[in-house]
């Protein structure tokens, strides 16, 4: 496939660029005036009209007053879950606050109750739902917690519907085992033996069958501790899994030295965040991903992407799609509220949305960037004068066309 006269194609890097920090990060290369061939699945030749190739025989598509971007990389959801919440989120419009809510037995417990009792089959149907979704809204990378089990049958099976849902669909599809995401009922007044039963019992079988790339804990108050999470690193680690933490959503406890300590690939969240968190990441390998759609729908902080890029730190944007605190798993909105909440400029937005993200995911080698030999995941958006026209029309749809391995989804 043949893309011609692309008003402007976006993130052009060089294969050796992994990750944009600091302010490199407000830098946004492009190419007015392009073309870009696709050749199996892959992006395999672009450049200025004046230099598209003349004699080719395949499909060619006019991009006239188009933009062609690196389709979006959700490093963060939970998309596996059954049912939803809105009567939660009702109960808050009512004056409740999420952490009453799930005191109460609401939050995550609640999506736990429902998920056990629901049918393997059935939560596949409900993801994929989910998944083709996100796929059309842009996103051509993914990441999937589980998290919302909190029993050996109930992780394994969020486990087992990510797993199918890699072999059905053509994008990139991560794993992370979050059974640290709260305390399950049975367990709670013996933290200690639940932990075990992660590390111990549902680690193994994790590893053995290859069920996961990363693993997760909600470091917060009322549910893990620095130390949990320090433990369930540890075990991660020696099965096999890379550290990608929940952190600072609420509260700053030290758990974001501890996850860089560990190598942790990302920390999410950051809604709260110290000087000495930033200090922690500084000189490290982890990428501090923050989730607007949380922020907005729960009213609290924004991660305070400036003050992390001004201390010449990347940033990653991601949905965090799931039923409690982020029922979006729509990335052109996560982007403009970056712009419009977070002050950052659309520059900043896309490199966050793009390769930052595919970095978070360890998928930075083959997506997130117009990079020859990249996999052809694009977003050809309607007609628009510039990129920075994209995060402006909030909800609005701007993407017209999704490519996924160099065809049309
Ligand atoms: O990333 N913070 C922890 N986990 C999810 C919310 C989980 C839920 O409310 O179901 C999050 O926001
Ligand atoms: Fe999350």
């Known amino acids: 496939m043949l893309l011609t006269n692309i008003h402007q194609l976006l993130q052009v890097r060089p294969a050796t660029t992994r990750r ?63 049912g939803d919440r809105s009567h939660e989120w009702v109960a808050r419009l009512e004056g409740k606050t999420y952490a009453e809510i799930a005191a109460a037995g609401g939050g995550i417990l609640n999506s736990a109750k429902r998920l056990n009792e629901t049918p393997e089959e059935d939560l596949y149907q409900q993801s994929k739902t989910r998944l083709e979704t996100v796929m059309a809204l842009g996103t051509g990378a993914i990441e999937i917690k589980s998290g919302y089990g909190l029993t050996v049958e109930g992780e394994l099976k969020m486990l087992r519907v990510i797993r199918r849902l890699r072999e059905e669909y053509p994008i990139p599809i991560k794993a992370t085992f979050l059974g640290a995401h709260a305390i399950p009922a049975n367990y709670k007044t013996d933290k200690a033996g639940y932990l075990r039963m992660l590390t111990d019992e549902l680690m193994p079988k994790i590893a053995e069958e290859g069920l996961a790339d990363f693993v997760d804990v909600f470091c917060e108050d009322g549910y893990f501790s620095v130390e949990d999470t320090e433990l369930v690193m540890v075990a991660g680690i020696k099965h096999g899994l890379v550290p990608k933490i929940h952190v600072n959503q ?32 500084k000189g490290s390998e982890t990428m501090p991903v923050a989730l607007p759609g949380c922020s907005f729908f729960l009213g609290i902080p924004y991660t305070p992407a400036r003050r992390l890029m001004d201390a010449g730190l990347p940033v990653a944007l991601a949905t965090d799609y799931n ?53 052809a995941n694009l977003l050809i958006t309607k007609r628009l004068p510039s990129f920075g026209a994209l995060p402006y029309n909030f909800g609005m749809p701007t993407v017209s066309q999704v490519v996924i391995n160099g065809a049309f989804l």
């Open 323 to 375: 039923p409690g605190s982020a029922p979006s798993g729509n990335m052109n909105f996560a982007l403009s509220l970056a712009c419009t909440q977070m002050k950052m400029l659309p520059e900043e937005a896309i490199n966050a949305a793009t390769l930052n993200g595919a970095y978070a995911m360890g998928l930075e080698k083959e997506l997130g960037s117009i990079t020859v030999g990249k996999r």
């Open 20 to 82: 944009i920090a600091g302010a490199d990060m407000a830098k946004l290369p492009l190419i007015n005036d392009a073309y870009l061939l696709i050749e199996d699945g892959l992006i395999s030749d672009f450049g200025p009209m004046a230099y598209a190739p003349t004699d080719y025989t395949g499909d060619i598509i006019d991009c006239d007053g188009q933009l062609v971007l690196p389709t979006w990389c959700d490093s963060h959801t939970h998309i596996v879950y059954a």
């Open 250 to 281: 609420f509260t700053t406890l030290g758990g974001v030295a501890a996850a860089v300590q560990h190598g942790a690939l990302s920390v999410d969240h950051l809604e709260e965040l110290s000087e000495a968190d930033v200090e922690a990441l």
